[in-house]
């Protein structure tokens, strides 16, 4: 049987990388896309089998280039079963900045319309694919902190916020295909985009961990899921708590730090 095809954005660092190395130990064929070039290509000769990887060195906002990239990763690995649109950038934002609104900006082309520009040129393979019984996932990323909006992160969970709900409709338009839509929404992952929080993390995960976790919810075609569990608890608790409850317990929460230069 073919190895399995896996085309993953933001995979240079963080939770991209854990994910590559994940399915590079489980043999697949990768094609890796990021903005540093020379990490992606560090991060290949690692891997096993990294004559069967391929490196696209692209800033997710260029989608006319992320569409060569799909392009070039179909015809090298002859088709694709997982797209997973992980790249995406956290960042404090305040409204009441105007500097923060080209931040703003920024952070939802990342987070959200790179999400639809990663999968779309793979549809067309993947529905194809589907009708031969080889149906393919196209995997989004969330957060915890799209369930509700959290302060000092207005861009953030605004964006991930639109990633669960986008990945909601498409995968009610990608049902009739075969083609499952995984929606995974991290808790805290030790990863650099973490790292820089200055307030406590509970249920920090390593991102292997995470990794390792992923790969089975996505094989599984699950809809969606939280990862750590006990994120997955926090997660149900605050959908249930009335705004004036939330409000009370989190006006006061410590915000991530917001670009300063």
């Not at 079963?81 to 952070?107: K, Q, R």
């Not at 997955?232 to 317990?249: F, G, H, I, Q």
Request: aromatic letters at 8%; charged letters at 15%; hydrophobic letters at 50%.
């Amino acid at each position: 049987m073919t190895p399995l095809r896996v085309f993953i954005t933001g995979a240079s660092s963080g939770l991209g990388a854990a994910l590559a190395r994940q399915y590079a130990a489980q043999g697949a064929t990768l094609g890796l896309l990021a903005r540093r070039g020379d990490s992606l290509a560090a991060l290949i000769a690692s891997l096993p089998h990294a004559e069967r990887h391929r490196a696209y060195a692209v800033d997710v906002r260029d989608h006319a280039a992320i569409n060569d990239a799909a392009q070039a990763f179909l015809t090298h690995a002859g088709g694709v079963d997982v797209v997973i649109a992980n790249a995406g950038i956290s960042v404090g934002t305040l409204t009441e900045y105007a500097e923060d609104i080209a931040v703003f900006a920024d952070i939802i082309a990342t987070n959200v319309v790179a999400t639809a520009a990663t999968f779309a040129p793979f549809i067309a393979a993947m529905r194809a694919q589907g009708a031969q019984g080889r149906p393919g996932r196209l995997v989004g990323i969330g957060s915890v902190a799209g369930i509700r909006g959290l302060p000092g992160a207005e861009a953030y969970s605004a964006s991930k916020a639109a990633v669960i709900s986008y990945c909601e409709s498409l995968r009610l338009e990608m049902k009739p295909h075969g083609i499952r839509v995984v929606t995974l929404c991290p808790g805290y992952i030790d990863t650099p985009m973490t790292q820089v929080n200055p307030y406590p993390m509970p249920f920090l995960m390593a991102p292997e961990k995470f990794a390792a976790r992923a790969a089975q919810v996505i094989a599984a075609g699950d809809s969606y899921a939280v990862i750590p569990w006990q994120m997955s608890v926090v997660a149900k608790v605050l959908r249930m708590l009335p705004n004036a409850v939330y409000d009370w317990a989190f006006s006061k929460a410590p915000h991530k730090p917001r670009k300063t230069s």
